[in-house]
């Protein structure tokens, strides 16, 4: 017995398949995953004044008590910002107005407020102990580059041994998780954008494949090109040799984090990711593909 829903989340068309013994099982199993994503966007949506990141990002200098899956998402979040010298960043909120209001209205912030802006960012910081969380006061937290990556692990994690379910397929917007119990698995398709051809990838069972591009949110003035992706040392939309960048990893999370970080980084992402022994595919702006050594292992590949 197989159902499929699409529905509106995060700010995305996502779409969630159950394959199961029974359409009691499928659909309860698919009201429950819509229910969860659903309680992951209020509590983290930057725009809403009741979510815990929004207040969160109010109370500066004090101590706030989380929620646990929260409170594990912004230590990990934090980590990652660490570790890439801020390239990608848990604390992009701190640009979110000026480029929502600059990608609906097509008209740039001015030069010194994005300046400001960066200060800001260099000196943002937070603490966390526990379940309690200390935010300064440059801070502004914005969970954008990884919740659906982070969402979809704990779906799969929460459900996959679930009894009388078979499989069960995630599109939350450009992050796809595939879970299977069958040999054969599933097949999914990279889009890439600048000839409008597919990277086919058959025999997917337990794994996530998440994309980032500039090809979607974005639009063009005085003939350059500005899009959603921030490179947050700058303030401005990422300069990237690619136009996309796949990831496909076991850990959701780790896949949202990379996507966007190895597009930030350019060129030079790919020998690192190389030499981290991650699957990845590299969509250059010509249309040209790059695929790591780690994903050529892989006997998934079906057609380039």
């Not at 660490?82 to 008209?107: D, H, M, P, R, V």
């Not at 981290?276 to 790059?290: E, L, P, R, S």
Request: proline share 1%; charged share 30%.
């Amino acid at each position: 017995m197989k159902e499929s829903r699409y529905f509106f989340s995060m700010n995305s068309l996502m779409f969630v398949e159950i394959d199961g013994e029974s359409k009691r099982i499928v659909q309860k199993l698919l009201f429950q995953i819509i229910k969860d994503i659903g309680i992951f966007e209020k509590k983290w949506s930057i725009f809403s004044d009741k979510s815990t990141i929004h207040k969160l990002n109010k109370c500066k200098n004090r101590w706030r008590y989380v929620e646990p899956y929260t409170a594990d998402i912004l230590k990990k979040s934090y980590i990652f910002t660490c570790e890439k010298e801020k390239k990608f960043s848990l604390f992009s909120g701190i640009y979110a107005s000026a480029w929502k209001i600059a990608l609906l209205t097509q008209n740039l912030p001015e030069k010194s407020d994005i300046e400001k802006l960066c200060e800001r960012h260099r000196h943002a910081d937070m603490l966390i102990r526990g379940r309690f969380v200390r935010v300064n006061e440059e801070n502004s937290i914005d969970l954008g580059s990884c919740a659906k990556g982070y969402v979809a692990g704990y779906i799969k994690e929460k459900y996959m041994n679930t009894k009388g379910i078979n499989s069960m397929v995630l599109n939350l917007g450009g992050n796809i998780l595939v879970y299977t119990k069958e040999d054969i698995g599933k097949e999914v398709k990279i889009k890439n954008p600048v000839n409008n051809t597919y990277i086919t990838l058959s025999g997917v069972r337990d794994l996530s494949i998440v994309t980032s591009g500039d090809y979607i949110q974005c639009f063009s003035k005085d003939g350059k090109k500005y899009h959603h992706i921030i490179d947050m040392n700058t303030g401005y939309p990422a300069y990237s040799t690619f136009c996309s960048v796949t990831v496909c990893h076991k850990d959701g999370f780790l896949c949202d984090c990379l996507a966007t970080y190895y597009y930030i980084k350019g060129l030079d992402a790919i020998e690192e990711c190389e030499r981290d022994g991650i699957a990845a595919v590299f969509i250059f702006k010509n249309g040209d593909k790059h695929f790591t050594t780690e994903i050529k292992k892989k006997e998934y590949i079906l057609d380039v």
